[in-house]
Antibody, heavy 115, light 107 residues
Framework: QVQLVESGGGVVQPGRSLRLSCVGSGFNFSNYGMHWIRQAPGKGLEWVGVMSYDGSKKYYADSVKGRFTISRDNSRNTLFLEVNPLRPEDTAVYFC????????WGKGTTVTVSS | SDELTQPPSVSVSPGQTARITCSGQTLSNQYAYWYQQKLGRAPVVIIYKDTQRPPGIPDRFSGSSSGTTVTLTISEAQAEDEADYYCQSPASSGTHVFGTGTRLTVL
């Protein structure tokens, strides 16, 4: 079945970098744009950014522009999100989702930024 | 600006109709999507392109649009419908935005 699995979260010190991954299966990953969305503890959903199916276009929320970088490797059905440098306010569950009318979401990976 | 505003909370008795609104300038020329998120779970799309319902979503969920406001209507609300609900829409220059979220209580 169609599935997205995020990984790479953990506890990281402020100022360090982190790369999250999202692996797709059960569908033609290279045909779909992909979003990253995050949710801070007890807060609402925040759209982070999106990359086109071929990686030629990417857009970011103003709140993360300059520190977050989205990339993808279609040969490995994988989407990436690199954050550098990390700030305490980046603490959140990070979800990836397909950029489609009826989108599919992963279960998320938790990032905690703390010294 | 690219903001979508929702009421923080809506309460309804079982069997009654709940309506959740979402307002923002981007909705005047972009479709809205509605998500249901239960505690500790990933969001699930329940309405897309303002009014369309994905397969498997009960027909008690419906969406409508008027100007800069979209509305999610839950008819004959059930206890299992208790959740957080978010609208979402494409915004300016390729970006997207989520609404502020609404907690639905059925009691």
């Amino acid at each position: 079945q169609v599935q997205l699995v995020e990984s790479g979260g953990g506890v990281v010190q402020p100022g360090r970098s982190l790369r999250l991954s999202c692996v797709g299966s059960g569908f033609n990953f290279s045909n779909y744009g992909m979003h990253w969305i995050r949710q801070a503890p007890g807060k609402g959903l925040e759209w982070v950014g999106v990359m086109s199916y071929d990686g030629s276009k990417k857009y970011y929320a103003d709140s993360v522009k300059g520190r977050f970088t989205i990339s993808r490797d279609n040969s490995r059905n994988t989407l990436f999100l690199e954050v550098n440098p990390l700030r305490p306010e980046d603490t959140a569950v990070y979800f990836c989702a397909t950029a489609s009318e009826v989108d599919v979401w992963g279960k998320g990976t938790t990032v905690t930024v703390s010294s | 600006s690219d903001e979508l505003t929702q009421p923080p909370s809506v309460s309804v008795s079982p069997g009654q109709t709940a309506r959740i609104t979402c307002s923002g300038q981007t909705l005047s020329n972009q479709y809205a999507y509605w998500y249901q998120q239960k505690l500790g779970r990933a969001p699930v799309v329940i309405i897309y392109k303002d009014t369309q319902r994905p397969p498997g979503i009960p027909d008690r969920f419906s969406g409508s649009s008027s100007g800069t406001t979209v509305t999610l209507t839950i008819s004959e609300a059930q206890a299992e419908d208790e959740a957080d609900y978010y609208c979402q829409s494409p915004a300016s220059s390729g970006t997207h935005v989520f609404g502020t979220g609404t907690r639905l209580t059925v009691l």
